[in-house]
């Protein structure tokens, strides 16, 4: 983790917090420098997984290892990818939790760059979000990608954890909501200040890689969500379709419009 994203933990507005930061068996100098920052700020706890501990050959492992060392009953979860703007998140997220709401969903977006690809994908993504959040509403909250989520260290080993999933190495907190949430126990965080960041696809490859992955895991939430889910995607590609020709065909603009 860059110094630059843990800074933006640190400066959390909130009362007590602690930072527990899983190193995954890396193999550069990141462990040395995670040192430092344990010896500088009291509230850091560093969790080694080394190479003969990683045994399970996926991520899950090592997150596991990271959430029995934490010291707090609520857990919200960020990684290297996720980029947090706000200084008010963890405590936009934390407030959402009850006695009845355990797992607490945030809404994340594609960065903002420049060119016309990357306008397509954040409008895709976006829409993607809309999506996830209307299953929610039908009492079933799903979530693609679960970057920005927290729940309570008692659900997850009241739920034995991942250790149905530890065969699956990506998509860790998508599988367990698959199994765990529900409408009652959900909540969804949507402020501003609870959003987080993650990077688009670079090229149509990486995108249709991406959204291979993710029918794979939609078809784990159940038959409802796969079958919404392809209908969704057909209905999106059908709209660009039909723009296209009736571009073409030079209808009156105000009528595409």
Not at 47 to 72: D, R
Not at 161 to 169: A, E, H, L, P, V
Request: hydrophobic share 40%.
């Amino acid at each position: 983790m860059s110094w630059a994203k843990l800074s933006r933990i640190l400066n959390q507005q909130y009362h007590s917090f602690e930072i527990v930061i899983v190193n995954n068996a890396s193999t550069d100098h990141t462990l040395e420098v995670l040192k430092t920052y344990v010896d500088e700020y009291p509230n850091i706890k560093l969790v080694n997984v080394a190479n003969n501990e990683n045994f399970w050959g996926s991520a899950k492992y090592a997150l596991t290892l990271g959430i029995k060392a934490a010291n707090h009953e609520l857990l919200l979860f960020t990684d290297t990818q996720q980029t947090i703007t706000s200084t008010h998140w963890l405590s936009q997220m934390s407030a959402r939790f009850s006695s009845q709401k355990t797992i607490v969903l945030g809404t994340i977006l594609y960065r903002k760059e420049k060119g016309f690809f990357n306008k397509i994908m954040r409008y895709i993504h976006l829409n993607n979000q809309r999506w996830h959040l209307s299953f929610y509403q039908l009492g079933k909250p799903i979530s693609l990608p679960a970057n920005n989520i927290a729940y309570k260290k008692s659900t997850f080993f009241d739920n034995q954890g991942y250790i149905r999933f530890m065969q699956y190495f990506d998509y860790t907190h998508e599988l367990f909501l698959s199994e765990v949430s529900n409408k009652k126990n959900t909540e969804i965080c949507l402020t501003h200040e609870s959003i987080s960041y993650i990077d688009s696809p670079k090229n149509m490859r990486e995108f249709i890689r991406q959204s291979i992955e993710e029918k794979a895991i939609v078809s784990h939430f159940g038959w409802m969500p796969t079958l919404f889910k392809n209908f969704y995607s057909i209905n999106i590609w059908l709209f660009f379709a039909l723009l296209i020709i009736l571009l073409i065909n030079q209808h009156q603009i105000y009528i595409i419009l």
